[in-house]
């Protein structure tokens, strides 16, 4: 059974700085792995779809990437903004349901 | 495209009533897929349709509860006899078969 396990669980950062937020999991055989954007009481924002092929992918000021081998990915933000302040969650599958992370709450800090 | 709608947005019940909820999803995606979501928890899957099948159920999924998509386009998920704990967050999303997933704004619904 897979399990998504997101560290840490929330993040506080000034604004500007540059931050990770990881993702590991347990089965390495995965189809797909997306990043979303969740504000509070909303649903979800695709923000980044890897395909297990892939080793990363960019939308502006978002790099992911991924390693099947370690089982994990990596959400860089970039130059961050107080508009960035969400909980953000990864998840994997693709060809089947998602697995989803808890998420990490980020808070950016004017 | 006008995205994944859902409707009602919120819906406060009373324990032991039923309640229908409604997704239309991207008008070319084959898969609906339907989660639910507590506070602090990422989302958990519920059911998912191919068109109008039913594909796959979670354990989840009491016998309270039941989703149709009869003719391959909009979705209900319909939960009976209310009960607490089925207070949550549910939220519908729609994408190809190994594509992205589309989610929609989502339904809240509290039981009092």
């Known amino acids: 059974k897979q399990e998504v396990t997101q560290i840490p669980a929330a993040l506080s950062v000034p604004e500007g700085e540059n931050l990770v937020l990881n993702c590991s999991f347990t089965d390495s055989a995965i189809y797909n792995l997306q990043w979303f954007r969740q504000d509070p009481g909303k649903g979800l924002t695709s923000l980044l779809l890897i395909q297990s092929s892939q080793r990363e992918q960019t939308s502006g000021r978002l790099n992911a990437s991924l390693d099947k081998s370690s089982g994990r990915s990596t959400l860089y933000i970039a130059a961050s903004q107080p508009g960035d302040s969400a909980t953000y969650l990864c998840?994997?599958?693709?060809?089947?349901?998602?697995?989803f992370g808890k998420g990490t709450r980020l808070s950016v800090i004017a | 495209d006008t995205g994944v709608s859902q409707d009602p947005r919120h819906k406060i019940t009373k324990r032991g009533q039923n309640v229908t909820f409604r997704c239309d999803p991207i008008s070319e995606h084959n898969r609906l897929y339907w989660y639910r979501q507590t506070l602090g928890q990422g989302p958990e899957f519920l059911t998912y349709f191919q068109n109008e099948a039913q594909l796959e159920k979670s354990r989840l999924l009491s016998d309270r509860f039941s989703a149709e998509r009869p003719k391959g386009s909009f979705s209900t998920l319909e939960i009976q006899r209310t009960e607490q704990g089925d207070s949550a967050m549910y939220l519908c999303?729609?994408?190809?078969?190994?594509?992205?997933?589309?989610f929609g704004p989502g339904t809240r619904l509290t039981v009092t």
């Open positions: 999303a729609s994408g190809g078969q190994g594509r992205e997933q589309y």
């Open positions: 998840a994997l599958g693709g060809n089947t349901p998602l697995v």
